[in-house]
DNA sequence: CTAATATCAGGACAACTGATATAT
DNA sequence: CATATATCAGTTTTCCTGATATTA
């Protein structure tokens, strides 16, 4: 049996509704600069997954994004109509296909990861002091103690 | 004519690159703590656009949310099936219906809100001393400049 | 009479469920 | 035979377009 935490202090609160307020509006802007290219919610899940975790089947795929295999077959067709992807059978079982990120996709989300990269370096070079980038950093180390443990 | 702007410092290019990925984990964080109750995402537009711009008719929620008015209208059927608005007939404009937020929603929006609150105060609590925080205040002046202007 | 609001009717698309063929 | 993958077919949902009644 566990004792209630102690409430959090007034500047905690305080602090704490400032931060949630950054970062939505941070969050938007970010968003804003980069195009998502008319692609539905979907797809763009399915392609930032295949980036991040490498090729899979539609199965897997269809298993990570909590949908039916049926569902995700005409997503992954119309991606590869896109030339964003591209299937290849398994040497190993027949049953399955991989289908891989092409590397004009790869190229395209690189190039909108790039565009965000590029709006904030700019933001932050412009509007803030060598002193107080340094102080953000320093800040951004503590956010992180925030969300691992 | 403009010249083009000086490429951003390393130093600004490296916190760039922390601060996108520490906003994206929180936000992630953040919208774990409260549940969306199973709406849908339309649905749950209309809810916080009244809930911030007030009352509103249907057409004036459609042109808001970019959807037509007959798309609007079963959305907002929905809602006050479930209790979450109830519109009123406007006494001077005998065509329209104006729609607003039960207390009920209010208190449920209100409610995730402070879930969402809670969970970062009582963290930032636990993670930081009072001379952190501090810090973590002065930060957040800074990100703020970036974003205005 | 023109403009705006709301609603009714029917169509397109994206997700679902159920069933089937093939490969392990 | 039991399991997994992919796909075919039908259904529901959600948004769309088009048309109509009512009111300003």
Known sequence: MNLPP???SELAFQVADA??????????????????GDLSPSQTAVLLRLESDGPATTSALARAEGMRPQSMAPIIAALERLGFLHGQPDPDDGRQTLHSLTPACKAWLAEGRAARQDWLSRR??????????????????????????
């Open 124 to 149: 932050l070079q412009q509007q803030l002091s060598a002193a107080e980038l340094g102080q953000l950093e320093q800040a951004i180390a503590l956010l992180r103690r925030l969300t691992t443990d």
């Open 6 to 8: 102690p409430p959090p």
């Open 19 to 36: 931060l949630r307020g950054i970062v939505r509006t941070l969050k938007r802007r970010l968003r804003e600069q980069a195009p998502t």
